[in-house]
T-cell receptor, first 115, second 110 residues
């Protein structure tokens, strides 16, 4: 089966600019996640969707980050305006269900550098 | 709340050595436990999982046993190869949320 697709693979922007990331989950996966992975740390959940509804966005900095999953398939994550501390790898993942025993499948991520 | 603590790296080993990466967790209820691996330049991949106490997950020669009494899920491999060089993440899933440890970097030298 095709894996989770993300684009772009790399992005370099200046602070205060905006940026958007795209994710296409595995076909049939109802649950989609965006994680932020800062260098040397484990991934941190930003937002989780179940179909096109938000399940958890408690750690999403809503003053600058937004995400949507129209039609319950593809998703976009946007940062506006970007800060230096947003430099990280942004990982998208999907799972068949939101249940605890349903493993997450990750994309290769988008590496964002904010200068 | 849920949290995962794994041994700090980096860990450097010679080929055919025995590898152990310790992982302990704090959680309410009955979480599922996972090990993910991130090879250089690649995304996170599921390595193995265990969904209930005393389950043993295994894959690619790696094993980990879900120990509820010690709240642990240590990763082991009897004979590592250079190709096992990667960052290993222990993770816990409770309800819907997957929480990761900080990761352990493993380097295997020929």
């Amino acid at each position: 089966e095709a894996g989770v697709a993300q684009s772009p693979r790399y992005k370099i922007i200046e602070k205060r600019q905006s940026v958007a990331f795209w994710c296409n989950p595995i076909s049939g996966h109802a649950t989609l996640y965006w994680y932020q992975q800062i260098l040397g740390q484990g991934p941190k959940l930003l937002i989780q969707f179940q179909n096109n509804g938000v399940v958890d966005d408690s750690q999403l900095p809503k003053d600058r980050f937004s995400a949507e999953r129209l039609k319950g398939v593809d998703s976009t994550l946007k940062i506006q305006p970007a800060k230096l501390e947003d430099s990280a790898v942004y990982l998208c993942a999907s799972s068949l269900t939101g249940q605890a025993n349903s493993p997450l499948h990750f994309g290769n991520g988008t590496r964002l550098t904010v200068t | 709340g849920n949290s995962v603590t794994q041994m700090e790296g980096p860990v450097t080993l010679s080929e055919e050595a025995f590898l152990t990466i310790n992982c302990t967790y704090t959680a309410t209820g009955y979480p599922s436990l996972f090990w993910y691996v991130q090879y250089p330049g690649e995304g996170l991949q599921l390595l193995l999982k265990a969904t209930k106490a005393d389950d043993k997950g295994s894959n690619k020669g790696f094993e980990a046993t879900y120990r509820k009494e010690t709240t642990s899920f240590h990763l082991e491999k009897g004979s590592v190869q250079v190709s096992d060089s990667a960052v290993y993440f222990c993770a816990l899933r409770n309800d819907y949320k997957l929480s990761f440890g900080a990761g352990t970097t493993v380097t295997v030298r020929a």
